[in-house]
């Protein structure tokens, strides 16, 4: 196995626990749209670090690339809210797991990874595996399948993003490219304050350690997956394990949910063995990205 897969695997854990603290933070009255807000500064804070221990002189002739890579993660956040926002949550997540056959299109098309044979199935197995962990039925209205839609944009949008980097961070210090990145997604976000309901200073005290947690435990964890992608440039096999964050989501909140008042596996049996076959995927998908970088 080669050694910079365990990059990805962290960041997947990572994200797993931050979820779960993000869910507590909105149940505790956060806010969508506060959230995003201010887990984007937390991002820009934490991006900023490396590009400071780093310290490379900015090639501002590369500018435009991580601007465009900041306006792609910024649109596929918008996408995902909207997503919610129309649909269901239950719905928008498992669709989640399309952004890893997004990812090697994209990189096939323009040519910035080659995608092996067994990319593609860990790819497809991943896509699967995702969108069993998280399905629940679907009713067959105008507003679910405008959801649908908004939620694969999102992917797109993120895969996008993901390419870019691999391609293109490089060029101006992988570093460096991702603090401009969340510098640009940090401005476009301020977009969205008008929007709030109410102010920041009106977030529940009870949400803000959970706010805090949450949004530090997301950027580290992003920190980690995107600086790998910049400069060991494996999107797709790094989206497969990466995925499996889903699997990371079910066993933490089967051992520690009940501290955070996380309840979601009590869905029934159908839920159940729908889960455990999307993990047993996972795992397969992962195993199989696994082996072929070692063979």
Known sequence: MQSYYLWPLLAAVIYALAAILAKRALAEGCGV????????????????????IVWQ??????????????????????LTVAAIRVGDVSVQSPLMGSKVIFVALISLGTGAESVVSGVWLGASLTAGAVFLLGYSSWDSSR????????????????????????????????ENYLAIVMGVQLLLSLVLIPLFKDKVRGIPRNA???????????????????????????ATSFNVIYGSRGLWSILLIWSIGHMVGNSELQGG???????????????????IILTDSAS
Not at 33 to 50: G, H, K
Not at 147 to 169: E, M, Q, R
Not at 216 to 230: D, K, S
């Open 33 to 52: 749209l506060r959230f995003t807000v201010l887990c984007n500064a937390v991002f820009f804070i934490f991006f900023l670090i490396p590009a400071a």
């Open 57 to 78: 002189p900015v090639h501002w002739g590369q500018i435009g690339w991580p601007i465009l890579g900041g306006l792609l993660f910024f649109l596929g956040q918008i």
């Open 143 to 174: 507003r679910t399948w405008i959801g649908v839609g908004l939620a694969l944009a999102s992917s797109l949008a993120f895969a996008a993003s993901d390419v870019l980097t691999i391609a293109k961070a490089s060029g101006s210090g992988v």
């Open 208 to 234: 803000w350690a959970w706010l805090a947690a949450a949004g530090g435990l997301m950027a580290l964890q992003a920190v980690i997956l995107n600086i790998a992608l910049g400069h060991f440039k494996h």
């Open 269 to 287: 049996r159908n839920v159940l063995i729908r889960r455990v076959i999307g993990a047993t995927l996972l795992l397969v998908a992962v195993f």
